[in-house]
């Protein structure tokens, strides 16, 4: 279990029992090490950005690879990665014409790679790192130098 900050849709708290699913295919499992605080995450707690709730904060990240799924071989656990929040799928049109802010999954539909108490929680902007562990896309995962501070 980790430690992460959840909006239950009335108050966000930092919360010690949260489950993270282990990385499926494409996906990768990343210990967060820094997170920066953006107004959208406090737009979500006063409701100006309208997201689903019980949700774990945090969109701008960074930490280690902890483990990769299958067909993921751009980054390996202990390699360090910058996450973004952009989860482009890389096969459609956009993708090809190298605009993924432009593909429909890149912000898609939340997923719910945490839980608690085997309750589904939602991630935000496809990141969460409000977490000390989360779970991203391969695309997301951008490999950065092991001595980046
Ligand atoms: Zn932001
Ligand atoms: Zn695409």
Redesign the pocket.
Known sequence: MVRGVVFDGERAEVVTDLDVRDPGPGEVLVAVAAAGLCHSDLSVIDGTIPFPSPVVLGHEGAGVVEAVGSGVTHVAPGDHVALSTIA?????????RGR?T?????IGWPGQPFSRGGAPVYQFAASSAFAERTLVKAVQAVKIPDDAR
């Not at 482009?88 to 090809?96: I, K, Y």
């Open positions: 482009n799928c890389g096969a459609c049109g956009e993708c090809g993924p432009m593909c429909r999954g890149a």
